[in-house]
T-cell receptor
Framework: AQSVTQLGSHVSVSEGALVLLRCNYS??????LFWYVQYPNQGLQLLLK??????LVKGINGFEAEFKKSETSFHLTKPSAHMSDAAEYFC????????????FGAGTRLFVKA | DGGITQSPKYLFRKEGQNVTLSCEQN?????MYWYRQDPGQGLRLIYY???????QKGDIAEGYSVSREKKESFPLTVTSAQKNPTAFYLC????????????FGSGTRLTVV
């Protein structure tokens, strides 16, 4: 069975500081891993994804994530936070053929202080 | 531009009433999904459909029903059997195979009055 754990329901950083949102997954087969962002009262938007190949993946808005199989992690980072990054972020895992039964983490709300 | 359209954005339901949430996509995606979002609980899968005229129950299907008569459309009905329907409902679609990820609509917020 697959599962996703996001460490920290809330993370607060200062503008210009490093953003680090943690995600650990459990999967019995090679996973596909995703990060999504959600702004208030909106749907989710895909930030980046890992399927195969290079383990460091770059996404939109300056975010990147690294797949570490040995640690079963897929942490999301951004070198310098901007006020517009304040949102909720979801890590998700699926596998194999199809996007069916994608499992989402509970989400981490990012606050950015001026 | 291609995307997913959910309507209405806000919906109010009286006790005992059925309501239908609309979801339309023009992405030519085979698979479509309905999720329910409650604060602090992430997204929970209600129903999904891999192909026209076929759909499967997700983790919290009780009190909900769907249809998939057209590739573009996947409406969700919240029936009176759903005892706690107040939530944010999200529709999504994906290419059926491969790790492409989901495209989401902008959601419908349903409130029981």
């Amino acid at each position: 069975a697959q599962s996703v754990t996001q460490l920290g329901s809330h993370v607060s950083v200062s503008e210009g500081a490093l953003v680090l949102l943690r995600c650990n997954y459990s999967s019995s087969v090679p996973p596909y891993l995703f990060w999504y962002v959600q702004y208030p009262n909106q749907g989710l938007q895909l930030l980046l994804k890992y399927t195969t190949g290079a383990t460091l993946v770059k996404g939109i808005n300056g975010f990147e994530a690294e797949f570490k199989k040995s640690e079963t992690s897929f942490h999301l980072t951004k070198p310098s936070a901007h006020m517009s990054d304040a949102a909720e972020y979801f890590c998700a895992v699926s596998h194999g053929t199809g996007g069916f039964k994608t499992i989402f983490g509970a989400g981490t709300r990012l606050f950015v202080k001026a | 531009d291609g995307g997913i359209t959910q309507s209405p954005k806000y919906l109010f339901r009286k006790e005992g009433q059925n309501v239908t949430l609309s979801c339309e996509q023009n992405l030519n995606h085979d698979a479509m999904y309905w999720y329910r979002q409650d604060p602090g609980q992430g997204l929970r899968l209600i129903y999904y459909s891999q192909i026209v005229n076929d759909f499967q129950k997700g983790d919290i299907a009780e009190g909900y029903s769907v249809s998939r008569e057209k590739k573009e459309s996947f409406p969700l009905t919240v029936t009176s059997a759903q005892k706690n329907p107040t939530a944010f409902y999200l529709c999504a679609s994906s290419i059926a195979t491969g790790g492409y990820g989901y495209t989401f609509g902008s959601g419908t917020r349903l409130t029981v009055v």
